[in-house]
């Protein structure tokens, strides 16, 4: 999967490791499009330092961490701090750039093992320090931000230590990886064995083996890989009243699959040391390529058609009227002009890009494959170029967005899944919620993942930042969509819950849902210090929990 | 799927209507074979009727039920208690046959709505009543057997009037159907509308959709089809503390999948009244073929090889040598001496019968994916005669399993699944386990469930009965063969956790995982009325739960 990618093969954290200060500027063309499609003025809004707070983190809890991890490994400098102050959503680059205060954690801890995690834990009982685990620190939900909840401190448990490729099992097609270990590394350590993992969300340059598990994480190729959450075998968690490991078999009746109440539980339950994937031969050949489907109805059925039909392409990704419009008016190396005058040409009113690509272990076989996806199918290939343009930018979007940040954009993404009946509905309803919430704005839309009963749906904003209010702007905005999606599909495709979606719960999995997984809660975390204010709200995941006689 | 068999519209609970009274006789060939076999003498143990206990079920109770019901659907007729007396398994039809005592239920509810399941278990609780869900009662793990736990009283909750397909949506293929639906009625009423579940495993003739999702069942062409739990979008959970409901998008990250905690869950949180599952289009070719294969060695390696180029037949079983032979000398009808011949002529020395069955919406399809199957496979075709001979017995297990009760024989099953790189291992472990347990005995196996990381094994014995202690034989040997298992497979593939298996459960999920599983339960069910003693073993599923600070 990787070759094609650069390798992150350490993920640095320090404040100038961010993407923020990697991004280039935005081209004119594009700013002078976004100023009249958004009414966007001609401001410069740079970052600013944030401030780390003095630590919390007492003596007596500091060296008792320092004796577990060494006390190089537990670090109270504002850099190492802030460097893990919350995650990458849009209200997060908001608040690390000046806007509002981050959540910046008491210390940051790096264990080396999993055996040192479990201590971890036992020290932030004893001491009463909260729990925030850290991987690539790629959240756009909260699901990272350093929440203390009603404990005296809160450290960021990083976890960038575990990065070994513990073992493998050819045969089975399985691999043992540290949690710790970032996408591109665990990639290059199982390419030495001629396996893949395959699973390459947006995040992948930067995103962890256990970040992807504990936020139920889908990646571009889906369709063919399927979501993380089908790739786990095996977990081994560390919780505050010991270790926890599961897995040993392809498939059980020995019970519910306990493995899925891990996976997705974003550090509440425990933190996910190692996780045993299912692996895959490294496909030798991969072929992307552009289509374009008249109008998002006709595209919508093809993509389910193919679905259904159990031959989809790996990748499928097929985007709505505005977002192609949007990728040809800033897209310029696509010889747009030429593409918009061939499209007129052939009597497409409403284009809507379609990206294909299929994996292989040769040309034969890839073309076999993309034969089953296309047949009878309507759509226009635009050619190999189009869908390797896709490939090559397909992880720049956090890049994009900074580089809008810095010119006042309000930018950010959302994302639910609905089944097919529902899709046209749901989008409509997003849509017109973030319009009525932000005004003059463009709201884009994609499917990227596609199922036999339904499809995800990812939204992108683009607004005029408000200058006085810029995080309640987008809070607002967020709430609507949220509320439109509540009832029509999940509050949450691959992101996860984290402390934004976590209002939410309650109307998607009902209250006895949140019963039951706050006693799962009590369970494994019986005094609270996990991940307080993520998955469930304040109330049930801190200490002091209701018993379900309560409510 | 069900076209080719015959269609069970109703279930009868009656005595009479259990397979042992349908079986006919054992043919004289296939009887002298298994004396020479297993040193069977010349006995003949007809069933004796069983006798059922006085119903301990209070009047108040009975009247409070029959309010929710209608007091017709409270049966305490002898008939009706002793038809749901226990499910299966060899065990429980020795219990049913005279020897030993089954263990009867005091009534026999039978409600008429999801409602009504709700309702009764209001007065369940309120009258201190155990209650035993029961669909088809073709549970092998004593799951439906009738324990009361600390109750005064216990209930089968017979779901046999929830036989309603709710809702189709044929744009998302998704089916809501009713929790007392027997398969052969599902199939039929989901025909009408060109769609099909395609679950079929061998106790499809009697088996109902809650039954499939309360013990995550896996099917005959779990290949194609996938297993139970995949197809499962959605779930309608009846418990003492109200109802839950779950599902709505094809996937989603809002957290750990609760969905899978559901299923699986035997009874013990609640009571499934309607599944929302995943359709397909009715296949409208079926080819299933035989082939030979020579030795298990390659004959595995062979599956495995299928499975990881996910190309696998949707029906794949192979079976062991020993399988094979006992096939070719009970089948007289295949022409068994001919085919002896071939073989040998072939050069096969251990043949390994395997059985591939492809489904497809044409017979160009159907071809296609044949062909991509058996692309650089070696093995032997014996023609569409044998896989369809298969296919029509497939479901015949049971009955042959009533013939040889009747004349003596123990004869039971059991099944598991690991690793590819463990396969040969855990086979090679348990039949070991269960010779040394019976002595003279045959012990067959196939595999019949294949994934990416590994597959299902799954075991028939066959003993001479041992008269003075036929329930404490099996007892040891299913012991032997249950430590056997542990450590390099699960417990149970597809016949789930039940009463038999909860003592083996904790070194498959861990203290936290029966921890966990506990105070969900508590949760769920505070008084513990919900089949006590399956799933989790006595001590934790019955009221009075011990807390996790207790162990």
């Known amino acids: 999967m ?3 990618v650069a390798v992150t093969e350490h993920i640095d954290h320090t404040l100038r490791g961010r993407w923020t200060t990697t991004a280039g500027p935005l081209p004119p063309h594009a700013l002078k499009w976004l100023r009249e499609r958004t009414g966007l003025g001609e401001v410069r809004t740079p970052a ?8 919390a983190l007492g ?10 991890v060494g006390p190089g490994y537990v670090r109270v400098d504002p850099d190492s701090r802030l460097g893990r102050a919350g995650g990458l959503s849009y209200v997060d680059l908001l608040r690390q750039r000046g806007d509002g205060e981050p959540a910046v954690p008491d210390a940051v801890v790096l264990p080396a093992s999993p055996e040192q995690v479990v201590e971890v834990l036992e020290v ?22 350093a929440l203390r909840g009603d404990k005296a401190a809160v450290v960021a448990l990083d976890l960038n230590r575990l990065d070994k490729l513990v073992e493998v099992d050819p045969v089975s097609r399985l691999a043992v990886l540290q949690a710790g270990l970032p996408a591109p590394k665990a990639e290059r350590l199982l390419a030495a064995h001629g396996l893949t993992i395959g699973h390459v969300p947006q995040s992948y340059e930067r995103a962890t083996i256990g970040g992807f598990a504990a936020t139920r994480s889908a990646g571009q190729a889906s369709a063919g890989y399927g979501r993380f959450e089908d790739m786990v075998e095996g977990v081994r968690l560390a919780t505050p009243v010991g270790e926890w490991r599961l897995g040993g078999a392809p498939a059980s009746a020995a019970g ?6 891990v996976v997705g539980s974003e550090g509440a339950f425990g933190v996910i040391t190692e996780v045993a994937l299912r692996v895959r031969r490294r496909p030798e050949v991969e072929r992307y390529e552009g289509f374009v489907v008249d109008g998002w109805e006709r595209g919508s059925a093809l993509v389910r058609e193919v679905a259904q039909r159990r031959v989809p392409a790996d990748v499928t ?21 030429a593409l918009k005058g061939y499209l007129k040409a052939r009597g497409v009113r409403e284009p809507c890009l379609l990206v294909l690509g299929w994996h292989g272990a040769s040309k034969r076989e890839v073309a076999r494959r993309r034969a089953e996806t296309l047949r009878g199918v309507e759509a226009l290939s635009l050619g190999k170029a189009l869908g390797e343009a896709w490939r090559h930018g397909r992880f720049n979007g956090p890049r994009q967005r900074d580089a809008l940040m810095e010119v006042g954009v309000c930018v950010e993404t959302l994302e639910t899944a609905t089944h097919w009946s529902k899709v046209s509905d749901l989008r409509a309803a997003v849509r017109e919620a973030l319009v009525d919430a932000l005004g003059r704005c463009v709201v884009m839309c994609h499917i990227s993942h596609v199922y ?6 990812y939204f992108t904003v683009l607004a005029a930042r408000d200058a006085a209010d810029p995080i309640g702007q987008w809070q607002v905005a967020k709430a609507a ?46 005094t609270g210090v996990l991940n307080p204010g993520k998955l469930l709200a304040g109330d049930i995941g801190a200490a002091g929990l209701a018993s379900p006689g309560d409510r």
């Open 2 to 4: 990787c070759h094609t």
């Open 48 to 55: 600013r330092a944030p401030v780390a707070p003095e630590s």
């Open 59 to 68: 003596d007596a809890a500091r060296t008792a961490l320092g004796e577990v």
């Open 124 to 145: 932030c009982v004893e001491h009463d320090v909260a729990v925030v685990p850290f991987g690539g620190g790629t959240s756009v939900v909260g699901g990272v931000n």
């Open 256 to 261: 519910p699959d306990l493995k899925q109440l």
């Open 317 to 337: 990704r097929l985007s709505d009227v505005d977002e192609t419009e949007v990728s040809l008016a800033l897209g310029g190396g696509w010889k747009v002009n």
């Open 452 to 457: 036999e009963t339904g499809a995800s749906l």
């Open 481 to 526: 969509a949220s509320e439109a999606i509540t009832g029509l599909g999940t509050i949450s495709h691959h992101h996860a819950v984290g402390a934004d979606h976590a209002p939410y719960l309650e109307a998607e999995i009902g209250r006895l849902g949140l019963d039951v997984l706050a006693s799962v809660k009590r369970t494994l975390d019986p």
